[in-house]
Each structure stands twice: as structure tokens, then as C-alpha cells.
């Protein structure tokens, strides 16, 4: 498998010419790692900007997801052949169980094994999960070997740090993309990321998103303008101090964005 680009452009919420213009800019800026999923409903749009760009396939890192709907017998390949036809792709890099199932009505072993034969027939190079308690990812070191599972997916930033999970996940020696890096624009707004950011003569984002990155975690805001697009890039040169880091750490004080009523009981 590739090595997971650190810095990625999430796709999320973004939609039909909107989806093509970001990813198109992201592509021009220099990302090259590209997050979307099944049920962002935006897979043919990321496909369109990716056939225009005149980057190489073998330069880019594609992520997908599948949704809970897909996870029943059977539907988890055939998503996948799905979502590889609208993205005009042979195959994905990664492919992600998007939400554990609701209620734990399917179990993790049978769809994950389904992923990982979805591996085998090469429609997608990698597998992992995403929104994934520590109780799931037990599940699914089981099932498939904690080697098989690329990354865990799951909302991290400035104020929810998931420090439980972060601590399993280290312990397991599992890679952690974290999505929601901003928190919206939340983060943006905090006293001390202002003032830390000042100091550098960055940006609050800069701020939060290089705390993440300088964590190991993988990174993928997402944007509609290209200023922030390519602001939000030049984060992975930013290097906070020890001291930032630790006032960073004392912001967490669990403020999570994505909740569905069908998520799991949080760590």
C-alpha cells in the first residue's frame, strides 16, 4: 500500500460543480490525497475533477467510504464496484467502513471481511475504518489483523482530542486520519490558537491542523476557496513548540461535531 499522504482534501458536503472546482484547485495547489465517500453523493464529481487534471493516477491517494446501508452480505463489493464506476477508477487506495453498523445489527467481522476480499480482487489497494470506537477496532483486529487496517477515521481536533482512542490506536499501532480538524470553524474562533497563531504569523487554522499532523495524524480539511485551500497546505511546514503543544492539549474539553443519532457510544 501507499504510505497515506499526511495532508488530504476532504470532500464533505461539497456537491456537483462545487466538489469539481475544490478538487480541481486542490490538484493545482498540490494536494494529492483526495477524501470523499459514498454517501457524500459527490464520488462522480471528484472522478470528473481528477479525469481533468493532468495529474498521474500513480501521484494520487484516493479514499472512499462505505456507508451503513451497504454494509449487508454482498453489498460491500458490489458498493465498491459502484463507487469505482463513478469515480472513472479501476481502484481506490483506501476504502473505509464509513460507521460501524447501527446498533451492531451486522457484525464487524462479516463486513470487514468483505473489505478485505474487496482487497484481494484489487478494486481498492488498502482497507480501514472510520468513526470506530476502541471496543470496534478490537472487533476488527480479529477479524482481519490489526496490519490490514490502514487507518481509523474519526473527528479529531483542538477541542475533542479522543485521547482514549488516540492511546489505543498507539498502542495498536494503528495510523489515525483525523476529519473535522477544524471543528467547523470553531477552533478558529479560540483565544489562545489566535494568540499562538500570531506568534508564528500563521493562521488559526494553520494552527490546529499542524497540531494534528505534528501528532502523526493525517489531516483533510476541506475548502471552496483556493486562499484557504493553499493556506491550509502550507500548515505542514509550521512547527509549534513543546509549550504550544501543551496549551493546545488543555483546550479539549470533548465538543464533538458529528454525533448522528446512529453513532456508536463514544471512548
Known sequence: MKFIPP?????????????????????????????TAQIYGNEAA???AIADSDVARDE???????????????????SLQESLQRLGLERVDLTLIHWPSPKDEIPVAQYLGELLEAKRQGLTAAIGVSNFTITHLRQAIDAVGVDEIA?????????????KLVAFARQQGIHLTAYMPLAYGKVLTEPEIQRIAAAHGASPAQVALAWSLQQGHTVIPSSTKRENLAANLAAAELRLSTEDMAVIEALDRGERVANPGFAPRWD
Open 46 to 48: 471528484v472522478g470528473q
Open 151 to 163: 487507518t481509523n477515521q474519526v473527528e479529531i481536533h483542538p477541542l475533542l482530542q479522543n485521547r
Open 60 to 78: 494520487l491517494f484516493v479514499t472512499t467510504k462505505v456507508w451503513t446501508e451497504n454494509l449487508g452480505s454482498g453489498r460491500v463489493i458490489a
Open 7 to 35: 495532508f488530504g482534501l476532504g470532500t464533505f458536503r461539497l456537491k456537483d460543480q462545487v466538489a469539481i472546482d475544490s478538487v480541481r484547485t486542490g490538484l493545482e495547489l498540490g494536494y494529492r490525497h483526495i477524501d
